[in-house]
Structure formats: C-alpha cells, structure tokens
C-alpha cells in the first residue's frame, strides 16, 4: 500500500473516531435544545411578506428573554430564541420548522404565527414529540385537539395562548343580541378558516337572533382593495358591520365604508386592534368613533398600569427602536411580552432540570393571575381538559377621533365554553 | 462514440453519488436534495416545452398545484398510496396540458408567455373558490407523512424516470419533430411535421412532469396543500432554473435545479441582505447575469468546453 | 437554417373601425342607463373607472414599451412600485407630497432608461425567451431590492387629495377618486401630445416603426428606444402612485395585482394601440365591478381568474385587441 492509501486510512480513521465520539456524546445528554447554562427555543413568523405586519411580536419576546437572561435566565439557564421567517407561507414555514428541530435541534417550538403555517407543521411537530408552544393564532384547534383526533390523530403538544377567535365572535354576538336587537348585520371577512370561525362564533352568540345577519362578504388574504365587498354590504342595507380582517384589509374596510358615504356601528375583530394601524385608518379618513372591539393584553394608554411600565422599560432597554411604535400603542408588543412571560413561567414550573415531558406537564397546569402583560384581572389557565390559557376579554371602544383611543366597555368577561 | 461513453459515464457517476448521498446526509439535507429532485422533474418539463419547441411558459406553477392538490385530496379522501397519487398527477395534468395546449396553438412568443402567467396567477385561486372540496385556505392534508429517507429515494428514482422518459421522447421521430418547430415553425410544416399535433404535444408532456414534481413538492411539505405554496414566484423560479441549466438542453437541468432548490437555503447567510431578501436579490442577479453573459446556461457552457477541448 | 418567414411578404390589413366604436359607443351608452337606473350601478362604475385609469396607464405603459422594442416588460410593475417606494423615501426626509411626486417622476424616467440600455438593449436582439427571462429576472431582483431597503411591512403614505367625498344623489365620490382620473388622464394626454406633435416624438415614433430607416434619415434609434423606456417607466410610475392612496397601505406588493389586469387592458386595447390600452383598462375596470355585483358567482376569489378569462378570450378570437392592426402573414 502506497503512502498515500495509509494517509487515507488514518483519515479515515480519526473521521470514524470523531463521528462516534459525537454520537457517544448525543446519546449522553437529555432533550436536544437543552445544556447546563442555556435553552434553545425557535419560532416561525411572518417577518416579510402579506402578514409582516406582526413582526414586532418576536421582536417583543427577543426582549423580554433577553430581560430574563439578564436576570439570572430561567434556573440559570440563559433563553436562546431563534426567530426564522416563514413569509406565511406554509411551504417554507415546514422547511424552517424541520431545520429547527433536525438541524439547530430546539428544545421547544414557541409562538409559531399563523394558521395555515401552523396546520402545515402540527402534525410533524406532534409525531417528533416536539412541544409546539403558545402559537400565535386564535383558531380553536389549537384549543380542541389536545386529546381528540384531528386530520388524523390527537395533537398533545400543541398549544395557542390568546382567547379564540370562536370566543371573541360569541363576546360581540351576545353584545349584539342584548343593546342592539334590531340591528342589520353586515359581515365582511377574510375566507379562510380564521374567517369563518369568528362568523361561527358571532352566530353561536347571537343564539336566536341569528337572522340578524343580512349579508357576508369574503375576500382574500392577498387581495389589495375590499371596495365590493363593502359597497354590496352597503347595498344590502346592514347598519351593523363586522370586520373580520388583519391589519391590511381592516383599514381598507374602515376607509371605504367612510369613502361611501356609510356610517354603521361597526365592531372589530381584535387582530387588528393595533393603535398604529387604527390611527392610519383615521389619517385616511376613516371615522373611528365608536368602533367596538375587544382585547386582552394590558392597556397601553394607561400610564400607572403596572405592565405598561415594566414594558416600557423592557423595549427601551433591549429593543430601543420599537420604543416609538410602544408610545403609539402597538398591542403586538404587549402580545409578544406576554406570551414570552408564560413561557418563562411554564419552564420555571418545569422543573430545576426541565425536560420535554416537563415542559409539557407545566404547560397543562398553569394557574396564575401574575402575569403583568395581560389585562388586569386575567387568569392564565390550563389543566388536562382545558387547553385554552386565557378565556376572558374585554370590550372596548374607540373614542376621541383621530387621535384617540379605545377605552374599556363594560368589564371583564369570560368566553369560556 | 466517445461523446457517447462519455455522456454515459457522466451519467453513471452521478447515479451512483446519488444512491451513496443519503447516507451520509442528515433527514433534514435528505429533504434538501429531495426538494431538488422535484425542481429536477418541473425544470425537465419545461425544458421540453420551451427549449425544444420554443413556446414559453410561465404558468408551470400551476400544473404543479394541480399535480400537489391531487395528491393531497387523493390521499386524503381515498387514502391512495402516495406513489399511485404521482402517477395519476402525471395522467391529470397530461390532460390539462392538453387542454391549456390547444388554445396555446394560436398564440405564440409573448402573448403565450401572458397567457400563462395569467394562469399560473388564477389556478391558485381556485381552491379558495371551491373551498368546499379543495379546503380553501385552510389546505388539504394528505392522510399520510413520509420519513425524508423515503421522500429523497421516490423523488430522486422519480427523477431518473422521468429523465430516461424524457432522453427517449427526446431523441427520436418526436425529439427531431420538437427541434423543427422551434428553428422554423413554417420549415417544419413544409417538411410535414404535423404542428398541432406536436405543439400540443409538448404541452401535455411538460404538464405531465410539472404535475409529478408537484405531488413530490407537496409530500414535502408534509403533506399539506395550500394556495399560498403555489405563488406566481413558483413558476418564476422554474423557468429562472431552465434559463440558468440550458434551454434545449438536457444535461445542464441538474445544475438549475440544484440552483433553484438549494439557493433559498444557503442565501439565508446572505451577510448584509439576509434570508428572504437575500433570496430574491441573488436569484435576480444571476439570472440576469446568466442570460446577458451565459444565455445558453450551463448547458451551453459544458458545450462550448467540450468544443474547445475537441479542438485542443 | 433558412427562415423562410422573412423571405415572403407580409400584408398588413387596415380593419375598418366602425364595429369597434360601434361597441364602445353601445358600452358607454349601456353605462349612462344603468347608472341613471340604478345608484349601485352607478357606484360600481365611478368605483370602476377610478381604478380602470390606472390600469390604463400601466397598459399604456407596457404598450409603449411594446411599440418601441416588441418586448413585454414583465417587470413594470415592480419598477412602479419602486418609484413609489422612492417617493415615500423622500417623504420621509421631509419632502411634502407633490413635491416628492415630482421629483420621482424624472428619476423613473431616468430608471427607464438605464434598465434599457444595460439590461434589454444586449438581449434584445437573441430571442423573446431571452427577453422575458430578463424581466422575469427584473421583477424578482427588484422585489428583493424594495424589500430589504425599506421592508415588506405596511408603510403609510400622506393621501395626495385628501378624504372629503361628495354626495351626487346617493353615489359617493371621493375627491381621491376624481384626482386620479384627472392626474392619470393628463398624463396620458400628454404624452399623446409629445408623440404625436414634437420632434422628439415623431423620432420615437420612426424608430418604432422603421429602425433601419429612420437611422438613415439620422434618428438616434438606440436613444429613442431608452427614452420610450424612460417615459413608459414614468408612466407605470404615476399608474404606482395613484394606485397606492386606493389600496390605503404602501407594500411590496402593491402592484402585482394590477399588472395581471393591466396586461389583460394592454391585450384587450391592442398590444400596439395606446388609446387602446387606457380604453381597454377603464373597461376592465368597470366590468369588472359590475360583473363582481351583478353576477353571483363570480365572489372576490374569481376577479383575476375573470380577467384571465378576459385576456385569453380577446388573445384567441382577435389576438390584436380591438384597435390592434390585423397582420395577415401568408404561406
């Protein structure tokens, strides 16, 4: 054998060594993801495309960990977040999804964002027993199918966060049926299956007053102008119209309806009760005053509220250049901060050594009034057959024209089933 | 002969590293390759149509979401085994590239290349609009995942069929008829090529394969179709892969596939741009590139090296 | 290989006109009926010309680009949308509205022109693949360059009339409305004048039509050719900005959308007619709409799959549009 066989077989050799020393080392840890000092976590979102709009979310969780880190971590682990674009569209979101749990092997998903992203990756996550938590979407499945069989098998470590979009529908029926019994509903609404769910819930809510709807109006995720859809509402003579939209296609419904000529009492779905956006809309031209919708995260125009300080210090310390969009009110901010802290709180409930298993067993007994971030009053809640965290919201209503804001309606109410 | 043995051997070594490859990649690169497969199968389809009878396409985008739906709704509704799901994508979408082929017959040049992009903007449309049956925009989820290593071995022996079909259509009576129309389509008919005939032909074919690598890019999704997977930038970044392997070429297709499937991983280290900006930028530079400096693509390039070597 | 077409003569058909403004005339006063009839008719079509003007414009600019070089620029619309994004830009630095619009203006025509030499100009001459490729590769490249300089994320831009809305009987029009058509209108009006009463024009119009010959008669065709670039990019540029205060947010894909319903225009007017491009647009506009309303099936998810409907209609019974000159090429 020449000296260059032997060269290849030393090679060949250290290469076996390290490949096995590797393997040897794998196999001696617990869960991926997790070391003595440091848990890796990643999440999906939206960080271009269509739904870019809620970028600030993982910006605001980016912080509050790095807070935490700063603090001590979690039982003296630091918190890793990877935050990966998926552009809403799922066909990249299960290539990210796979490369975080193969490639960067993350201990835990974590706020996800997006129903078909999420609908495209629950079964992979599932079947890797990976948990899948707090996404960042109000479509009940997240809620329902802990334990029952869904597109083919029950999906345990699944989990959302926010009160469902079937809830909040139910909160504005039930509104509806008590102060405003004749009114004529218009609905326009994004067709998909966030859309219709929100309808589900608005029906289950008005109970018999169901035929009070006198038209719906679809429109598309990507469509740019929803000017049809509220000129056949118009037509069909509603004085009530609900807006199931996001951001983008909101402010269009808000504008033209005003551009129209059109007035009705009009009631919000809460994903796009962002205070930026609303002010956009106003600036516009939309009329702003009375619109009705709901929210569940601490109330950013109230100064002495104990969250909105405690945010306020965490953004201008850790994501200084979303300070602005805080003062203007954007609610994402406050969404991602208190997401971010159940997430520290389930892990610190996981155990001094958590596993996936642990993680698991936390997030299925949560019982706190505690985190900041949220209204006051809210109670994060979960148990083996409640797979919902918040069930409670509040209304609120525009008030003070273009530079307003929403004011609390009522009180605090519960959505539960 | 040696051009022969050479192509042979060509082919053979690359064979045999891509019956070796999986085991030395990890699940998650095993899906990577995979993906380059399914670009592999839709850039060949192309490639038939617009490189060997020269009417352009910037619809396959939408044959791969017929051929995705399919196998989708097939495995979810009759719980079909997904490999029968692919043949009949295959069959479907043959049929639709026949119908889409037949009108294609008056158009030529650009006003094909707009009828085809209008296509492949609305196609994606139509399961929202049949929600009902085609899951709108919540999608369809096939009732079975597969494991990458399955996913790199179907779509990798996939493309090796579809190779051999395509290198067989290729080279015989239809091939010659195929390169006829492309160089003069009024030559052509004065030889006695039956243009109808063959154009449509080719459209079907082409369909044919678009359709296959959209089964194969949905099982890669694990399983879910949806609307949004099927964007116009789909179809632009088939025909951006024929453009950098070659039109009328089949040996440069492995190169815009791998191109075209590997770009969007490695362009998330982009330094200064980053991950999906990055994407786009690149892909456009180069393209651009290829076609200013390149425009026979890599296939070109390998052309004009063998010259060069036969004449040294 | 012999290409026999080039060898045999080519007839061109002048198509007499009279059927055409038959039907136009027939439209307009089907429109006029039914808007007296009926207030939703007539909301739908004011809707419907307001946003038909600016895929008139878009077309006349793909028609433009189209006379000069037989090239579809698939990329207009992206380079419409970049010019608003630069708007927007120097909005942000202080600049007010209209002075931002002005200034943008002759910095799209200069865009035009540079894409035009560097980028088609070599191309060109290969084959329409290779021509298409390169717009294709365009409109990615320039995705890619507006979304990392300024993200793809909603942006915000001042509204150029502002949102008072007048009342005439129960329509509602919106000042914004009126000044796009009026904005839009103008400009087409003049660059009509420019082709059709200055030098300039008539050397654009000769190196169109007679390259060759108009190189003999000393017309700097390679010139002519980027400035038809140039304008037909300030054109898409004004067809951008009046587009966005429709659409309320300013993002990247602001205008794709509108160029799938601006080809359909472009093929519905007649590649090469630019009466017929802003005739065809405003007709997509307002059938459209009324389609849209008047026929149930067709719900929001059917409009652009409608407008294809539209473009291979019109590509496969009278492929020159409805102005369009019928080639007949004899064997």
């Given amino acids: ?417 | 002969m040696r051009p022969r043995l050479a192509a042979l051997g060509t082919t053979a070594a690359v064979a045999l590293v891509l019956a070796v490859l999986p085991f030395g990649l990890s699940g998650y690169h095993q899906a990577l390759a995979a993906q380059v497969a399914t670009f592999f199968i839709s850039i060949l389809g192309l490639n038939i149509l617009t490189g060997y009878t020269g009417q352009i396409s910037i619809g396959h985008g939408a044959f791969m979401a017929i051929g995705g739906y399919t196998t989708a709704v097939l495995s979810r509704d009759h719980h079909t085994d997904l490999v029968v799901t692919m043949a009949a994508a295959f069959f479907l979408c043959f049929l639709c590239g026949l119908v889409v082929g037949l009108p294609a017959l008056r158009l030529s040049g650009v006003y094909l290349a707009l009828a085809t992009f209008a296509l492949a903007v609305s196609v994606p449309q139509i399961p929202l609009k049949f929600s009902n049956y085609l899951g709108g925009s919540g999608g369809v989820q096939s009732a079975k995942t597969v494991s990458h290593l399955w996913l790199y071995a179907v779509s990798w022996s996939a493309a090796a069929v579809m190779f051999a079909v395509a290198w067989l259509v290729l080279r015989g009576r239809t091939g010659r008829a195929f390169r006829a129309i492309r160089d003069s389509e009024v030559a052509a008919t004065s030889s006695g090529v039956a243009l109808p005939v063959y154009k449509t032909l080719a459209f079907g074919i082409s369909a044919a394969f678009a359709g296959v690598a959209g089964s194969l890019f949905v099982i890669g999704t694990n399983g879910f179709a949806q609307p949004s997977e099927f964007g116009v930038l789909l179809s632009l970044q088939i025909l951006i892969g024929a453009a950098v392997a070659g039109l009328g070429s089949l040996w440069g297709v492995i190169v815009g596939a791998a191109f075209v499937g590997l770009l969007p991983t490695i362009s998330s280290d982009v330094p200064v741009i980053g991950s999906s900006h990055g994407q786009d930028v690149v892909f456009g530079v180069i393209v651009i590139a290829v076609m200013l400096v390149l425009p026979t693509g890599f296939a070109g390039l390998l052309h004009r090296l063998a010259r060069s070597r036969a004449r040294a | 290989m012999v290409d026999l077409a080039r060898r045999l003569p080519i007839r061109q058909q002048r198509l007499p006109a009279s059927p055409v403004i038959l039907l136009l005339a027939a439209a307009c006063i089907f429109l006029v009926v039914g808007c007296l009839q009926s207030s939703i008719f007539a909301q739908q079509t004011v809707a419907g010309l307001a946003t038909g003007v600016v895929y008139g414009s878009l077309a006349l600019a793909l028609v433009l680009i189209y006379r000069a070089t037989e090239v579809i620029n698939f990329a207009q619309g992206e380079m419409a949308m970049a010019c608003v994004y630069i708007a927007y830009q120097l909005i942000q630095w202080g600049f007010s509205y209209w002075a931002a619009f002005f200034v943008t203006l002759p910095i799209a025509f200069l865009l035009g022109m540079a894409i035009e030499a560097t980028l088609i100009r070599p191309v060109q001459h290969r084959s329409v693949i290779a021509v298409v490729i390169v717009t294709v590769g365009l409109f990615i490249l320039i995705d890619g360059l507006v979304a990392w300089k300024w993200g793809a994320d909603i942006k915000f831009m001042p509204s150029p009339f502002g949102n008072r809305i007048y009342h005439v009987g129960s329509v509602a029009i919106a000042r914004q409305d009126i000044g796009t058509i009026i904005i839009t209108l103008f400009t087409v009006v003049l660059l009509w004048a420019l082709f059709r009463f200055t030098k300039l024009g008539l050397g654009m119009r000769a190196a169109a039509l007679r390259p060759a010959a108009a190189s003999l008669a000393g017309v700097r065709v390679d010139w002519m050719l980027a400035v038809g670039w140039g304008l037909a990019a300030l054109l898409g540029a004004v067809a951008g900005l009046m587009a966005e205060p429709s659409q309320f947010v300013l993002q990247p894909t602001l205008m794709q959308p509108i160029l799938l319903y601006g080809f359909a225009a472009a093929v519905l007017g007649g590649l090469e007619s630019p009466a017929g491009a802003v005739i065809g647009g405003v007709a997509i506009g307002i059938f459209l709409n009324l389609v849209g309303q008047y026929v149930h099936f067709v719900t929001s998810e059917l409009r652009q799959p409608f407008a294809f409907a539209v473009l291979l209609a019109v590509l496969l019974v009278k492929p020159t549009g409805l102005f369009g000159r019928r080639r007949i090429r004899k064997v």
């Fill in chain 1, 1 to 417: 054998m020449g000296r260059k066989g032997r060269f290849l077989i030393v090679v060949a050799g250290l290469v076996l060594a390290a490949v096995s020393a590797t393997a040897a080392f794998g196999a001696h840890s617990s869960d991926p993801g997790i070391t003595k000092t440091s848990i890796h976590i990643g999440g999906t979102f939206p960080l271009t495309g269509v739904a870019s709009a809620y970028k600030t979310i993982p910006a605001a969780e980016s912080a509050y960990f790095a807070y935490v880190n700063d603090h001590g971590g979690v039982n003296g682990r630091k918190i890793d977040f990877t935050v990966v674009d998926d552009g809403y569209n799922p066909a990249q979101t299960v290539p990210a999804v796979q490369k975080l749990v193969e490639q960067d092997k993350v201990f835990a998903l974590m706020g996800d964002l997006g129903t078909a992203p999420g609908l495209a990756t629950w079964g992979y996550a599932n079947a890797h027993k990976v948990p899948q938590v707090f996404l960042a979407t109000g479509d009940s499945f997240w809620g329902f199918c802990a334990h029952k069989s869904c597109q083919g098998s029950p999906k345990p470590y699944t989990i959302g966060w926010q009160p469902d979009y079937p809830s909040e529908g139910r909160l504005y029926g039930r509104y509806i049926a008590q102060n405003m019994p004749n009114a004529k509903i218009g609905i326009i609404f994004q067709n998909d299956a966030f859309g219709k769910n929100y309808i589900t819930g608005l029906k289950q809510g008005l109970g018999a007053k169901k035929s009070l709807i006198v038209d719906q109006e679809g429109f598309n995720a990507t469509d740019t102008t929803v000017t049809q859809q509220i000129l056949a509402l118009k037509a069909k003579g509603a004085d009530t119209l609900f807006i199931v939209a996001t951001p983008g296609q909101a402010i269009a419904s808000l504008v033209t309806a005003t551009k129209i000529g059109w007035n009705p009492t009009t009631f919000l779905a809460n994903v796009s009760n962002i205070r930026p956006f609303l002010l956009a809309a106003a600036k516009a031209g939309a009329n702003l005053d009375g619109l009705i919708s709901s929210g569940y995260v601490a109330p950013m125009n109230d100064p002495n509220n104990a969250g909105t300080k405690l945010g306020k210090a965490i953004i201008g310390q850790y994501a200084p250049t979303l300070s602005a969009d805080y003062e203007l009110g954007d609610s994402n901010l406050m969404y991602g901060l208190g997401v971010a802290w159940t997430f520290v709180y389930a892990l610190q409930h996981a155990g001094k050594n958590p596993t996936r298993a642990s993680l698991e067993q936390a997030l299925h007994s949560m019982n706190t009034g505690g985190d900041p971030f949220v209204y006051p009053g809210i109670k994060i809640q979960t148990s083996a057959t409640d797979n919902f965290p918040i069930e409670q919201l509040i209304m609120n209503k525009w008030s003070g024209g273009p530079g307003g804001a929403m004011q609390p309606l009522g009180k605090l109410q519960n959505t539960g089933r």
